[in-house]
């Protein structure tokens, strides 16, 4: 190749680099056009984000002073809860075919063969009879009408003392007292009205409808009182019961008694319930309700007449729990408050697991180890609770009655069987409570002595697992138990 023609292919590359370069700068330059007009659209959707962030900052800040604005619901009103989500449902799980034995069959009480010895079809012998199927009828006997005994008592004359002689007659153990009813109908007086807590109008129209007794109201009301005062050595017996153990909750609640409020006073074991109805309140009614020989373990709420018991004091935790639930939904941005709430609960949780120390030990040492944990528990709620005492805290109510009642919250600790609440009293006088909202109270002092000594009686019996129909024929008919159905 000569000089020339490589100068002309030089200068022909040249061009083509040159081409090629006008190409690329313009291909940059309109990316850099499109870079701007990015950084363009990302600037003012920042913007529009920062006006949307300021629009919802005011919407919660309405919504908060509208919040603040809104009158509560009455008390009669349900708050509205929400309900967690359903979550999968899963595979349910077939029963072991061995531990599905159904219901139990009754023991029958007659028993009816239907048996077959000819073919229904054919007419033919059949052969190789057995039991095929039991089906069980379960019915009432009709309601038997009630049953008069005339006792037809004759007398004569005696001539060497000159006098009348009558023959014997005992029938203290068919009738109460001086009456004409049986003990039978007593007993399901007593126990309609009490157990069933029928009012008197209703036992009145039941006995009329189902066995033909024509019964007025005044003697079904005679007829209660007269059980009363029939059982009062078993009902002494129950209030001495409740005297002489280590551990008895109280609890109280309104009655009415000829249209003025009072109260129903209630003392309670596991194993026994004893009702006293008295026109106070105050303190005076713990002392009467306990006596002067009672040593035990006192469970109550906080209300103040119950400080009059200088004895052992076990206060129920179960409504100091519900005053600090309280105070959480009163205060829920208050982090300080949610954070004491939570650890109010755990030092109770680790309080009621605590299963006492080791059983070989000695039971000095066994007692004096709950004691040592007691005061544990008491000292670290204190230092919990103490820094808002006295404060203008939120929490400054709860820990003020913690400091008070301080020696009296762990003693179910230091005690094996008291326990942490006073639920037992509390549901106790449930009964009474419905009996007022249906009855309205009693009219008479009278009338109140006999519907609390019907419910001790009744109560102990229901708690103690016997029939408080059969146990009451059984005091009435003087005997010392029936059989128990």
Same mark, same amino acid.
């Given at each position: 190749?000569?000089?020339?023609?490589?100068?002309?292919?030089?200068?022909?590359?040249?061009?083509?680099?040159?081409?090629?370069?006008?190409?690329?700068?313009?291909?940059?330059?309109?990316?850099?056009?499109?870079?701007?007009?990015?950084?363009?659209?990302?600037?003012?959707?920042?913007?529009?984000?920062?006006?949307?962030?300021?629009?919802?900052?005011?919407?919660?800040?309405?919504?908060?002073?509208?919040?603040?604005?809104?009158?509560?619901?009455?008390?009669?009103?349900?708050?509205?809860?929400?309900?967690?989500?359903?979550?999968?449902?899963?595979?349910?799980?077939?029963?072991?075919?061995?531990?599905?034995?159904?219901?139990?069959?009754?023991?029958?009480?007659?028993?009816?063969?239907?048996?077959?010895?000819?073919?229904?079809?054919?007419?033919?012998?059949?052969?190789?009879?057995?039991?095929?199927?039991?089906?069980?009828?379960?019915?009432?006997?009709?309601?038997?009408?009630?049953?008069?005994?005339?006792?037809?008592? !004759?007398?004569?004359?005696? #001539?060497?003392?000159?006098?009348?002689?009558? @023959?014997? /007659?005992?029938? *203290?153990? =068919?009738? +109460?007292?001086?009456?004409?009813?049986?003990?039978?109908?007593?007993?399901?007086?007593?126990?309609?009205?009490?157990?069933?807590?029928?009012?008197?109008?209703?036992?009145?129209?039941?006995?009329?409808?189902?066995?033909?007794?024509?019964?007025?109201?005044?003697?079904?009301?005679?007829?209660?009182?007269?059980?009363?005062?029939?059982?009062?050595?078993?009902?002494?017996?129950?209030?001495?019961?409740?005297?002489?153990?280590?551990?008895?909750?109280?609890?109280?609640?309104?009655?009415?008694?000829?249209?003025?409020?009072?109260?129903?006073?209630?003392?309670?074991?596991?194993?026994?319930?004893? !009702?006293?109805?008295?026109? #106070?309140?105050?303190?005076?009614?713990?002392? @009467?309700? /306990?006596?002067? *020989?009672? =040593?035990? +373990?006192?469970?109550?709420?906080?209300?103040?007449?119950?400080?009059?018991?200088?004895?052992?004091?076990?206060?129920?935790?179960?409504?100091?729990?519900?005053?600090?639930?309280?105070?959480?939904?009163?205060?829920?941005?208050?982090?300080?408050?949610q954070q004491w709430a939570k650890d109010v609960k755990a030092i109770y949780d680790r309080a009621v697991a605590y299963a006492?120390?080791?059983?070989?030990?000695?039971?000095?040492?066994?007692?004096?180890?709950?004691?040592?944990?007691?005061?544990?528990?008491?000292?670290?709620?204190?230092?919990?609770?103490?820094?808002?005492?006295?404060?203008?805290?939120?929490?400054?109510?709860?820990?003020?009655?913690?400091?008070?009642?301080?020696?009296?919250?762990?003693?179910?600790?230091?005690?094996?069987? +008291?326990?942490?609440?006073?639920?037992?009293?509390?549901?106790?006088?449930?009964?009474?409570?419905?009996?007022?909202?249906?009855?309205?109270?009693?009219?008479?002092?009278?009338?109140?002595?006999?519907?609390?000594?019907?419910?001790?009686?009744?109560?102990?019996?229901?708690?103690?697992?016997?029939?408080?129909?059969?146990?009451?024929?059984?005091?009435?008919?003087?005997?010392?138990?029936?059989?128990?159905?």
């Amino acid at each position: 190749m000569t000089q020339e023609e490589e100068i002309a292919h030089l200068n022909k590359r040249l061009s083509e680099v040159l081409e090629r370069l006008n190409e690329v700068l313009e291909q940059l330059s309109k990316a850099q056009e499109r870079e701007s007009q990015h950084l363009e659209q990302v600037s003012a959707m920042q913007a529009e984000n920062h006006a949307l962030n300021e629009q919802l900052a005011a919407a919660h800040k309405r919504i908060e002073e509208l919040e603040k604005q809104k009158t509560p619901p009455p008390p009669f009103i349900k708050a509205n809860v929400v309900k967690p989500q359903a979550e999968a449902k899963q595979e349910r799980k077939k029963r072991d075919p061995k531990h599905n034995h159904g219901r139990k069959r009754e023991v029958p009480t007659q028993v009816i063969e239907h048996r077959i010895k000819y073919c229904p079809v054919c007419a033919s012998a059949l052969g190789g009879i057995s039991v095929a199927r039991r089906r069980q009828v379960i019915e009432l006997p009709p309601p038997p009408p009630v049953e008069v005994t005339e006792h037809v008592v !004759y007398h004569g004359w005696c #001539s060497h003392c000159s006098t009348w002689r009558e @023959a014997p /007659l005992d029938v *203290s153990q =068919e009738v +109460v007292g001086q009456g004409r009813f049986g003990v039978k109908i007593a007993s399901l007086t007593a126990y309609l009205r009490t157990v069933m807590r029928l009012p008197v109008r209703q036992i009145q129209a039941y006995l009329a409808n189902l066995h033909g007794l024509s019964i007025s109201s005044g003697e079904i009301v005679g007829l209660a009182q007269r059980v009363t005062a029939q059982m009062e050595p078993q009902l002494a017996e129950v209030r001495q019961q409740i005297r002489a153990s280590p551990a008895v909750q109280m609890d109280e609640t309104g009655w009415r008694e000829e249209g003025v409020t009072g109260y129903v006073w209630c003392a309670c074991t596991p194993q026994w319930r004893y !009702y006293e109805y008295h026109h #106070s309140r105050g303190r005076e009614v713990v002392k @009467a309700v /306990l006596g002067a *020989s009672f =040593e035990g +373990v006192l469970g109550s709420d906080f209300y103040a007449s119950y400080n009059v018991y200088t004895g052992l004091h076990q206060r129920c935790w179960v409504h100091l729990l519900r005053d600090r639930h309280e105070l959480k939904e009163q205060y829920p941005e208050d982090a300080e408050v949610q954070q004491w709430a939570k650890d109010v609960k755990a030092i109770y949780d680790r309080a009621v697991a605590y299963a006492g120390p080791d059983p070989s030990l000695p039971p000095t040492k066994q007692e004096a180890a709950r004691r040592k944990q007691q005061h544990a528990f008491e000292q670290e709620l204190w230092q919990l609770c103490a820094p808002y005492a006295h404060t203008c805290s939120p929490l400054h109510k709860l820990c003020e009655r913690v400091e008070r009642f301080l020696p009296e919250l762990f003693v179910f600790v230091a005690m094996p069987g +008291v326990p942490a609440d006073n639920n037992l009293a509390e549901r106790s006088v449930r009964p009474l409570v419905i009996a007022r909202k249906i009855s309205g109270g009693t009219r008479s002092q009278g009338g109140s002595e006999t519907r609390m000594g019907l419910f001790s009686l009744f109560g102990t019996w229901a708690a103690q697992g016997l029939n408080p129909f059969l146990q009451c024929l059984a005091v009435l008919s003087h005997r010392q138990s029936l059989p128990q159905m």
